[in-house]
């Protein structure tokens, strides 16, 4: 399946780059950064991370769809 | 109304938006870059945000304010970029008929936008290195009911 993913703050300095199109076996959001954060050494554990699909916040065991574009929420720090 | 603005603006230009006749109270918030944190000193700050999820995540707390509190109005802006020490971050103005309403909406706004929205924020420091803010690798995601203080 074909993901998009969209990368903000410490993940985008992590990854290097602000987006990406991917093939994935990954069905959830949690196992998607399971193995982008094994792949790239990201420093956040999954515990610590939220996700969005298609700009609405999801919970980690929603069901990725072709096409989704998903976006990992780093700790929020407004203000 | 909540926005994400990547330029510099004018607070008095919002605070006129809010005016209307039946308000008897205007409570406004300045959040300011400060020039330290948590024993380090601070030389800027960078902001980035996710916009049109903290647009959403914005417009929600608004509309959570307006059904506890008596409001008449309510503004949130929020500054992305690079900005140096005393640039204005983020601005939060609400309008009611009395105050307590007013105040304690403002308060709620502004601190369930710092647990919520996402936005994120890099410090550089005096001594060139630089961090961002609540990226440590343990710890809880900031919820609204674990914030942190500032």
């Known amino acids: 399946m ?11 300095e992590q990854r290097g780059l602000t987006e990406e199109r991917l093939n994935t076996a990954a ?4 196992a998607l950064y399971e193995e982008l954060k094994a792949r790239h050494a990201f420093s ?3 515990n610590r991370i939220r996700a969005a699909i298609n700009d609405e916040f999801v919970a980690p065991t929603a069901l990725l769809r072709e096409g989704d574009r998903v976006v990992f929420i780093p ?3 407004g203000g | 109304m909540f926005k994400i603005s990547s330029e510099p603006f004018d607070p008095a230009s919002l605070q006129r938006v809010l005016a209307e006749a039946r308000a008897g109270a205007c409570v406004t918030f300045e959040g300011w870059v400060r020039n330290h944190n ?4 601070v ?4 902001y980035e945000a996710y916009a049109p999820l903290a647009v959403k995540e914005g417009e929600r707390i608004l509309a959570e304010a307006h059904e506890k509190y008596a409001l008449l109005g309510a503004v949130c802006v929020h500054r992305v970029g690079h900005l140096r020490l005393g640039d204005l971050a983020v601005w939060v103005g609400v309008t009611a008929e009395h105050r307590g309403a007013a105040f304690d909406a403002c308060r709620y706004i502004i601190d369930e936008a710092k647990a919520r929205v996402p936005i994120w924020k890099k410090e550089h420091y005096a001594t060139g290195s630089t ?3 609540n990226a440590a690798t ?4 900031a919820t609204p009911d674990a914030r942190p203080p500032g």
Do not use: D, N
């Not at chain 1, 069905?27 to 949690?30: E, I, N, Q, R, V």
């Not at chain 2, 030389?43 to 960078?46: I, N, T, V």
């Not at chain 2, 343990?138 to 995601?141: A, L, N, P, Y």
């Open chain 1, 2 to 12: 074909t993901i998009s993913v969209q990368y903000f703050a410490i993940l985008r």
């Open chain 1, 27 to 30: 069905t959830t959001p949690a």
């Open chain 1, 44 to 46: 956040l554990p999954s």
């Open chain 2, 131 to 133: 961090a961002w803010i």
């Open chain 2, 38 to 41: 948590e024993g380090q000193a």
């Open chain 2, 43 to 46: 030389q800027s700050l960078e």
């Open chain 1, 75 to 77: 700790p929020v720090a």
């Open chain 2, 138 to 141: 343990r710890g809880e995601h």
